[in-house]
């Protein structure tokens, strides 16, 4: 079974400031992460994710995240907010799908607000 | 590019009627799923298909069914709408059901059960 774990449920920076977005899972086998942003009233846009190349994964919009084993976490970084980065963030882990289509399992979501 | 379209965006229900939300992806991707997001909650599995043909159950099935109708088009059914189903819906596909590939997501569908 696995489990994603969204630490904070809101999460408020000043512009031009670092955004940090914690995410605790747990999996019994070595998990794909992914985050994933849903701007108001919109779709869910993918940021990145791991697939168990490089630890430091790099996405859109100035954003990364490092897969830490021994820490079970995948925490979501910017070094500069943007006022366009304001929206509702979910940390999703993949099923252990064994081979199938099982769908993703995620996070209940942080709310990031910036402020001017 | 359309990626993932879902029709209707809104809807409002009165308790006991049915509808059908329609899903096609122009992607060529072979699964394809429906979620549920509602606050506080994240989004939850109503129901997956693999690849054309077949379908399985997510977390949260009851209340509803699902038809994979070809390979772009996967639908969800409400038999008989009740104020719990009161959610915004979601249908995503993902070139295969291997644990590394990315799910695309339409925009939604709003429900409102009254």
């Known amino acids: 079974a696995q489990s994603v774990t969204q630490l904070d449920s809101h999460v408020s920076v000043s512009e031009g400031t670092p955004v940090l977005l914690r995410c605790n899972y747990s999996?019994?086998?070595?998990?794909?992460l992914f985050w994933y942003v849903q701007h108001p009233n919109k779709g869910l846009q993918l940021l990145l994710k791991?697939?168990?190349?490089?630890?430091l994964v790099k996405g859109i919009n100035g954003f990364e995240a490092e897969f830490k084993k021994s820490e079970t976490s995948f925490h979501l970084t910017k070094p500069s907010a943007h006022m366009s980065d304001a929206a509702e963030y979910f940390c999703?882990?993949?099923?252990?799908?064994?081979?199938?289509?099982?769908?993703?399992?995620f996070g209940k979501g942080t709310h990031l607000i910036i402020q001017p | 590019n359309a990626g993932v379209t879902q029709t209707p965006k809104f809807q409002v229900l009165k308790t006991g009627q049915s509808m059908t939300l329609q899903c096609a992806q122009d992607m060529n991707h072979n699964s394809m799923y429906w979620y549920r997001q509602d606050p506080g909650m994240g989004l939850r599995l109503i129901y997956y298909s693999a690849s054309e043909g077949t379908t399985d159950k997510g977390e949260v099935p009851n209340g509803y069914n699902v038809s994979r109708l070809n390979k772009r088009e996967f639908s969800l059914r409400l038999e008989s709408a009740a104020p719990s189903q009161t959610s915004v819906y979601f249908c995503?596909?993902?070139?295969?059901?291997?644990?590394?590939?990315?799910?695309?997501f339409g925009q939604g569908t709003r429900l409102t059960v009254v």
């Open positions: 999703v882990v993949s099923r252990d799908s064994g081979g199938g289509a099982d769908g993703l399992t």
């Open positions: 791991y697939t168990s190349a490089a630890t």
């Open positions: 995503a596909s993902s070139l295969s059901g291997r644990q590394n590939t990315e799910a695309f």
């Open positions: 999996s019994s086998y070595s998990p794909s």
